[in-house]
């Protein structure tokens, strides 16, 4: 194997014809013979350049509506040739068969014309055979032929050729076959998709595959001994943390995503609400509220829980105003998310350098469809996102007491927030903000009792009369499966109770809750989140 090829031909194939220009002014200088196809071959001429025909090449015209021109020994047998093998060379001599040198080549826009809402019949055309052949072809070969499929990486070609009169490195061409596999392997699973999924309707199709790019490597994962890296998916799916703007503040690192993430998908459900504001703490919210103004929602959100709050993310549901800024700025906050700021805003997170400020541009459908992941042992679990919600005629009223108009709005308050807690997961929620979250225990009981300890710890903190548990509602993420964990509810002060119902004792924690006088509603839907 030589190191250094020269480059004598090059064969261009390009649906995405930027940056054509200069690539093509690059080769001629260097008396590159260019041979290509259809309306590259074109845009070529109308460059002032010689081009000679992929026709002209293989001694056979385009057909099939352009299905069938480079799938052809001599261009096939021009890329996959051994030149220091004596049997493929005999053979290339034999057979007339020129050697390509370089492969330029980007394929048909599937992804592009799936997006746009195509016809199947335009999408199936855009499936692209020839490029894909070309590019394997030429990566399998890359000992011998460099292959370019990313406009990017046009200039980086001409400076390689530049530095080695005209010709390739070995490592270069390495490099480049290693990102040309990628490429095939994305498009291939980008098709794969849409046939299982959008075509076929298959949720779960016997051969799964996901492709994705690569956004930016992090400084370390959870903890420093372990590497991470943020990737986004290619093909269709809904924009979030990962698309997010950042305006300011230190690189980001895997838990500032992933606590930013948790974040953003709880405002989220608060999308059509008041001024809202999250305050999350290790993927779990430690304060939430909805008020007439962020201000007053992000004083309420904080009081639930100062301690936690301390090193938070913070995200809104409405773009931050210059006194919102001001306010979060008086504690040290990791991240701020929101769908935008002011400029008095942004000039006011100035101030503090580290704190990381995201801008989203809007924010996700919390009913949008999709799937979530999990790597185990031995495996992936793939299943559908937790987009279920529950509306007010959908709760079923099992207690003597009705509850209130208030205790209504409260409970769906709580219970909205207790989706997005950490299983097992109890919330407090009084006044449209949340007045105590217990968390991951490992039981109901326990997550009651720390939620109202908390409660009772922001009492005496602010100097309350009484802890804001005490004629609440609160939000069980599962039923109850003894009274206990409803009764430390009692104990807290709550007057209402919103959970999904289905315990075995059932009747037991509805006698509880009426013996204590609490409305209680039944859900009929679980959100358990681990």
């Known amino acids: 194997m030589t190191d250094l090829v020269p480059v004598k031909r090059a064969l261009i194939s390009l649906s995405d014809k930027n940056g054509l220009d200069r690539l093509a002014q690059g080769l001629a200088a260097r008396g590159v013979e260019l041979v290509s196809t259809g309306g590259t071959a074109a845009k070529l001429r109308d460059l002032g350049h010689q081009v000679r025909d992929i026709a002209d090449l293989t001694g056979f015209p385009e057909m099939m509506d352009g299905r069938v021109k480079t799938l052809h020994p001599k261009v096939h047998g021009g890329l996959l040739g051994v030149r220091d093998n004596p049997e493929h060379a005999a053979a290339m001599e034999e057979h007339a068969i020129a050697p390509i040198d370089l492969v330029v080549v980007n394929l048909y826009p599937f992804e592009a014309t799936v997006a746009r809402g195509a016809n199947r019949d335009e999408i199936i055309e855009n499936i692209d055979i020839g490029g894909p052949s070309m590019v394997r072809s030429a990566a399998k070969n890359h000992a011998h032929v460099a292959v370019v499929t990313d406009p990017a990486d046009y200039e980086e070609l001409l400076g390689e050729m530049g530095s080695n009169d005209g010709a ?12 040309a596999y990628a490429l095939t392997a994305a498009y291939d699973s980008t098709i794969s998709q849409w046939f299982a999924f959008a075509d076929q309707g298959e949720r779960f199709p ?12 992090l400084r370390y994962g959870e903890n420093p001994h372990q590497q991470a890296a943020l990737y986004e998916p290619i093909g269709p799916h809904a924009p979030g943390i990962a698309q997010a703007k950042q305006v300011q503040g230190k690189e980001l690192s895997y838990n500032n995503l992933n606590d930013a993430n948790a974040a953003l998908e709880l405002v989220a459900e608060f999308r059509q609400s008041p001024p809202t504001v999250v305050i999350v703490k290790h993927a779990n919210p430690c304060g939430v509220a909805s008020a007439d103004t962020l201000l007053e929602a992000w004083n309420a959100a904080l009081v639930c829980d100062s301690v936690s709050a301390f090193g938070g993310i913070v ?18 906050t990791e991240v701020v998310v929101a769908p935008d700021a002011s400029g008095d805003a942004k000039a006011i997170f100035a101030k503090k350098k580290n704190l990381r400020l995201l801008l989203t541009d809007g924010l996700p459908d919390p009913k949008r469809p999709g799937q979530t992941i999990a790597v185990i042992a031995g495996g992936i679990l793939v299943q ?11 709760l079923k009223v099992v207690t003597k007491r009705q509850p209130t108009e208030e205790e209504i709005r409260d409970c769906l308050f709580a219970w909205t927030v207790a989706k997005h807690v950490k299983s097992n997961a109890i919330v407090y929620a009084k006044n449209g903000s949340t007045a105590g979250i217990g968390a991951g225990q490992m039981n109901r009981r326990d997550s009651a009792r720390i939620a109202a300890a908390k409660a009772k710890e922001a009492a005496e903190t602010y100097d309350w009369a009484e802890p804001r548990t005490v004629g609440s509602a609160v939000a069980s993420d599962a039923f109850f499966p003894f009274a206990d964990g409803l009764l430390a509810a009692v104990e807290a002060g709550a007057t209402a109770v919103i959970q999904p119902g289905g315990s075995i004792r059932d009747d037991e924690v509805i006698a509880a809750a009426d013996e204590a006088g609490l409305a209680m509603v039944f859900t009929g839907m679980r959100h358990f989140r681990h």
Do not use: C, H
């Open 168 to 179: 390739t490195s070995y490592e270069f061409r390495k490099r480049l076959a290693a990102k």
């Open 206 to 217: 016997k051969v799964w595959t996901r492709a994705s790019r690569l956004l930016m490597p």
């Open 315 to 332: 995200a809104t549901n409405r773009p931050l105003d210059a006194a919102t800024a001001e306010a979060i700025t008086q504690i040290f």
């Open 384 to 394: 559908d996102r937790d987009n279920g919600s529950i509306t007010r005629d959908e």
